[in-house]
């Protein structure tokens, strides 16, 4: 299962999606990072114009099994600031 994940760093706040995995050799954290959608403004516009255009959605994660039903979730994550589980999630303004 796959979720978004968010990372702040000097300022601005990255957009991930992470798959868990329980224990990792060489570490304490539970999921690894599989795709970088970078940051968070920028992410957002780039989703919006992979569900325009869905021939655009990169390869990389349709093999992760990942398609549009994903897609509108993770959008509507950031533009709500809330998962689908119920969870918080920092909420995104970006136009486009």
Not at 30 to 52: D, N, P
Not at 79 to 88: A, D, H, P, S, V
């Amino acid at each position: 299962m796959a979720y978004l994940s968010q990372v702040k760093s000097n300022g601005k706040q990255y957009i991930y999606l992470c798959m868990y995995v329980g224990t990792q050799q060489y570490s304490t954290r539970k999921e690894r990072r599989v795709y970088s959608f970078g940051e968070s403004r920028k992410a957002l516009i780039r989703m919006k114009r992979w569900k325009r255009r869905f021939s655009e959605f990169p390869q990389e994660l349709l093999d992760l099994g990942c398609g549009m039903k994903e897609l509108e979730e993770w959008i509507q994550t950031l533009e709500t600031g809330i998962t689908k589980t119920g969870r918080k999630f920092p909420k995104i303004r970006a136009t486009s």
